[in-house]
Structures are given as structure tokens and as C-alpha cells.
């Protein structure tokens, strides 16, 4: 039976275990909301472990603690915690510990998603860069139809602070005020689920938001119902919409629509709500283009409606698939490990 490795992060465990569960992804919730993350979680690795044994796969979960990289003079290496040596035919990658993905590259082991792809998603700065510029066919290959530009939200970065002295100085906010206009997205690049993404109706906001930051962010154009943030309205009122394309190789496997009316953020972990969505032919060539741009096997593209067509937000490299089943009954896990069983051991 072919082996491969399911590797998770050992250090987000909150109140699961086993896997290396994330637990403290749940943005101050209590401690009951970070159990229930936890078994979502844990139930997706289940899922993968089940469907790889549909195609004759034993996929072992290990976190990453158990798999250290070295670096020294014979090269790049891993060094396993383990008794028993793993000599796995893949590795199944569901973390962001890039540098212990870069190693097993570098031992000619074939990791999905790669180390450089999942790199890209999880700095959203690098993902915007990576797909500025570029230009796509909304309606299919190449030679069918013009292509047109892949929109993205205009973006400023903001300047580089250090932890702990963070952002005494905001008169850089100006120059995102001149070209983006209130109001704006204030995001921060490392995010999951929505909690690092903030909404400036005015200056003052905007200043609050900025001098409580210390990791990299950027400014962005807000994409939406400009009437819901008026100085008048609830801050973060809805509407928030957005499609989620699940991509698998070159193909959209899944999606759904999701909205909330209470918050500008769609995400279900926000109190959206969802649905099943049949995606046009030009959001789907987007979600692929993306995809094929930045190096995924697989992803979770999020698009926005903008007045000229779809918009992309951002990409995840380990997308939760809960959801989407739970919305659609499609079982991503299943074309994921049909996807690598096809890709290293071919028919």
C-alpha cells in the first residue's frame, strides 16, 4: 500500500489534541467555541485519512514536532522524532511550517501544496503581488474570448514596524486616504477566518485600528455596498457576500455562496450564512488561473462581486472543507486524494 504523510501543527492544540488541532484561531471566543474548531478540524483529517483509503493510500497523521528540519554540510535533511523510520510516497501538507515543507522537497519527496505555494496564501501581501498584473480568459482557454485584466482590490502596503513598538507615527495613512477613499479594508497579511480584517468608515477609525497593529498589513479598497458603512451605521454592518470556489488541480470541485447581513465579512465563522452556488464560466476561470498562478494543487478561492466582474479577495492553501460539505455534500477530501493518487501513482 502506497504511504504518505498528513502533517498538522502540533502547537495549535487549544482544548483538541491528537492531530495537533488548532485551538486558538477563535479570536477571544470561549474556550467551548475553541473545542468545537478543534473538532471540525479534526474531523477534516479524518475525512483526508478516509478518502486516501478509498484509493489505497494509508495517509499517517503526524504534526509537525515530530519532523525537524537540518541544515549542515550534506544538505538538507529531516530529522524524525520517531522510533520507526517514515519513508512516505507523498506528504500531505496541512500547515504553514514552510521551512519544514521546504526540507521535504528538498529530500525529492513530493508535498502537496508545496512549500513556495502555501508561502504565497498565507502572506496575503504576497499573494496580491504575485497576481497583480496579470491577465486571464473569463470565458475559457486561451483564444476563446479577450482576455481581461484579473481584478484584484487596489492595495497599499503599510510601512514595516517591529513587535513591540508598533505605530506611533500615522501620517503614512494619508496616502491610503488619497487614493482609497472611506471606507476602506484595513487587513492584516497573517489571518484566518476573518479576525485580522477590519473595517474604517473615517479617519478616526482608521487611526484606532492602525495604533493597535504590529505585524505587516495593508490598506484595500472596500468591495460591497458602500451604504451599509455610512458614519451613521453599526461598525461592521452587513451586507458582507462572497462565493468560495474549492480548486482541485484545474478544475472548480465545490462552491458555495456565502453573506451576512450583520458583518462585511462573509465568513461562516462570523455568522454567515451559505449556499449552494453554480459559479459563472468567468469566476471559475479565475479561481483556476489564480490557482495555476501561485503553484496549488489545491485551494479555497474567495471572490467578490464587483461592478465589473468578479473580484479576488484571497486564496487559502488549506482551505476547512466543513463547511462546504455540510452546504454542498461534496466531499473535497475525496478529489484531493483522488488528485494526488493520480498525479504520483498514475494508472
Not at 492531530?19 to 477534516?44: M, V
Not at 496580491?128 to 486571464?136: A, K, M
Not at 513598538?165 to 471606507?183: N, V
Not at 490557482?291 to 479576488?312: H, M, N, S, Y
Request: with cysteine.
Amino acid at each position: 500500500m502506497k504511504k504518505g504523510l498528513l502533517i498538522t501543527n502540533a502547537f495549535l492544540t487549544g482544548s483538541g489534541g491528537g492531530y495537533g488541532l488548532p485551538g486558538d484561531i477563535t479570536g477571544g471566543k470561549s474556550r467551548t467555541a475553541s473545542a468545537d474548531y478543534s473538532a471540525k478540524f479534526n474531523d477534516l483529517y479524518e475525512w483526508l485519512v478516509k478518502a486516501a483509503e478509498i484509493y489505497g493510500i494509508c495517509l499517517m497523521p503526524h504534526s509537525n514536532a515530530e519532523f525537524l528540519p537540518v541544515y549542515g554540510p550534506e544538505g538538507v535533511k529531516v530529522l524524525c522524532g520517531s522510533k520507526n523510520s517514515i519513508q512516505p510516497d507523498f506528504v500531505l501538507f496541512w500547515d504553514k511550517d514552510v521551512r519544514l515543507a521546504r526540507a521535504f522537497e528538498a529530500m525529492g519527496i513530493p508535498v502537496f501544496n508545496s512549500a513556495c505555494a502555501i508561502e504565497l496564501c498565507d502572506d496575503k501581501s504576497l499573494t496580491l503581488e504575485r497576481l497583480s498584473g496579470i491577465s486571464y480568459y473569463p470565458e475559457g482557454k486561451e483564444g476563446c474570448g479577450e482576455p481581461c485584466p484579473l481584478r484584484i482590490p487596489v492595495t497599499i502596503m503599510a510601512p514595516m514596524t517591529f513587535k513591540g513598538r508598533g505605530y506611533k507615527e500615522l501620517y503614512f495613512i494619508d496616502t491610503a486616504e488619497k487614493l482609497l477613499s472611506y471606507p476602506m479594508v484595513i487587513k492584516e497579511c497573517f489571518g484566518s477566518f476573518g479576525a485580522q480584517v477590519y473595517l474604517a468608515r473615517n479617519r478616526a477609525e482608521a487611526e484606532g485600528i492602525v495604533s493597535g497593529l504590529e505585524y505587516p498589513f495593508f490598506f484595500q479598497e472596500f468591495i460591497g455596498d458602500r451604504s451599509f458603512c455610512g458614519d451613521d451605521a453599526l461598525k461592521g454592518t452587513g451586507p458582507g457576500r462572497d462565493i468560495r470556489l474549492q480548486v482541485v488541480g484545474d478544475r472548480v470541485a465545490a462552491s458555495m455562496l456565502r453573506s451576512n447581513n450583520n458583518d462585511f465579512r462573509a465568513n461562516i465563522t462570523n455568522g454567515g450564512s451559505m449556499e449552494a452556488y453554480k459559479p459563472t464560466q468567468a469566476e471559475t476561470e479565475l479561481a483556476v488561473t489564480v490557482c495555476k498562478r501561485l503553484g496549488l494543487d489545491f485551494a479555497g478561492v474567495d471572490i467578490l462581486f464587483g461592478t465589473e466582474g468578479p473580484v479576488l479577495c484571497e486564496v487559502n492553501s488549506n482551505a476547512h472543507f466543513k463547511n462546504l460539505y455540510e452546504c454542498t455534500g461534496i466531499n473535497i477530501a475525496e478529489h484531493i486524494m483522488r488528485y494526488i493518487k493520480d498525479t504520483i501513482f498514475p494508472s
